[in-house]
């Protein structure tokens, strides 16, 4: 039996990249004829101009500017040309049928292409860049310009989506342009952008706001742009893993502090010196956001954890001697919480073959541990305790401590 063929569909030409657009413009440039419209844009009026920032050089690939003052920066304003203008202007650049702005949808993995090719490192790029990406991509310039640490054009775009209520965009990460300054540890552009009022409290695809991100990155300068900037900041915010940022901040030097364990214990001899910084960069997070008021009495939603339990979990002795060195009025309350039954106690009696186990231990214990805490097994920490002659060694201690706080229990009872 034969079967009919079917009609062959027609082919779907897709819409070039901006890539192919950039490599005919240069093409075109080096022709003996190049068109007059590779550096000119449209202004309202219908005048050709060329949209350069005023006072400002061409940006060069992971170039920043630093200045104290931004208003004192003069920038020509970005004009929106109409719908006609941009029609002719397309015509002019690239054979390409133009479509409306409506038509237009973020191709985020050009943009991303863009970004990590250095496609956006000149003025003539730009205006390719401006010319084929009126619609909605537009938006995403600013992310660009953040991202790359180009903060008198990101100031520059930020002013014009200000206008047009588009400052809080999302990228298809949900980052806008603040979150991604913020990833980026751009203090600079960070402080500008909430100057011109960037949403603070907003967060990414994982509830992150700006706060839990440079918590999480350890970027303390960043921190200090949010935490003094005047503005309402929620400290205990929680994103969808239930963690605040004091909670990521801790998480994060856990990490980096085990990744130095690893490099001085393996066969090279010093760990590596961006770790050792990394630690203190985040360090100084976390006493930025206990200074500002964050709780360490906050705890993680999935397991109850407070802080000092996530220290004490993963070994952290640095940064367990830094929270009992805290002031507070109710330390061996913080000390004894329990996070599903188990005090941090507990889980130091649990950390078999830790080279920080017995000095844990001992911390805990003279801080106000209560060794007789029993956790929903029954057990004390001493019943967590490895066999052999180290788990021996420190049953004692607890024993000790036990019936010390016995036999001083007993005395304030005498007294009353």
Request: hydrophobic share 40%.
């Amino acid at each position: 039996m034969h079967f009919q063929k079917s009609q062959k569909e027609k082919a779907c030409y897709p819409l070039p990249t901006v890539k192919k657009l950039l490599e005919q413009k240069r093409k075109r440039e080096t022709s003996s004829a190049p068109p007059s419209c590779s550096t000119a844009s449209y202004t309202a009026g219908g005048a050709a101009s060329v949209p350069v920032l005023a006072s400002v050089q061409s940006p060069t690939a992971g170039a920043s500017a630093s200045y104290t003052d931004m208003g004192a920066v003069r920038y020509d304003r970005w004009e929106v040309p109409s719908i006609h203008q941009a029609h002719s202007s397309l015509q002019q650049c690239s054979p390409f049928t133009f479509m409306s702005s409506s038509s237009i949808t973020p191709n985020f993995t050009q943009t991303g292409q863009m970004l990590a090719t250095g496609y956006i490192n000149g003025s003539a790029d730009y205006h390719i860049i401006r010319c084929f990406t009126r619609g909605v991509l537009k938006v995403f310039i600013l992310h660009i310009y953040t991202a790359k640490g180009l903060r008198e054009y990101a100031f520059a775009a930020a002013e014009k989506l200000r206008e047009l209520g588009k400052l809080d965009s999302k990228e298809h990460k949900g980052k806008t342009a603040l979150l991604v300054a913020v990833t980026a540890s751009q203090p600079d552009i960070v402080q500008d952008l909430l100057s011109l009022g960037a949403d603070i409290s907003i967060c990414d695809v994982n509830g992150q706001t700006a706060l839990h991100l440079a918590a999480t990155y350890g970027f303390p300068r960043v921190m200090q742009v949010i935490l003094f900037a005047g503005l309402r900041v929620d400290l205990e915010a929680r994103n969808f893993e239930g963690l605040t940022p004091l909670h990521c901040a801790v998480i994060s030097h856990c990490a980096t502090m085990k990744a130095i364990n690893a490099s001085s214990s393996s066969s090279t001899w010093l760990a590596d010196g961006s770790l050792q910084t990394q630690a203190e960069d985040k360090l100084m997070c976390l006493r930025l956001l206990i200074n500002a008021g964050a709780s360490v009495l906050s705890q993680e939603i999935k397991s109850n954890k407070t802080v000092l339990h996530l220290a004490v979990k993963e070994g952290n002795i640095q940064l367990v001697r830094f929270l009992l060195s805290l002031q507070l009025s109710n330390m061996q309350a913080f000390i004894n919480m329990k996070a599903h039954g188990h005090t941090a106690l507990h889980m130091a009696a649990g950390l078999h073959g830790s080279p920080f186990q017995e000095e844990l231990i001992r911390l805990l214990l003279s801080r106000g541990a209560d060794p007789s805490i029993r956790n929903l097994e029954n057990d004390q920490p001493a019943h967590l305790l490895q066999s052999g002659d180290t788990g021996e060694k420190l049953k004692l201690i607890l024993k000790k401590k036990s019936a010390s706080s016995r036999r001083r229990f007993t005395s304030l009872q005498d007294q009353e």
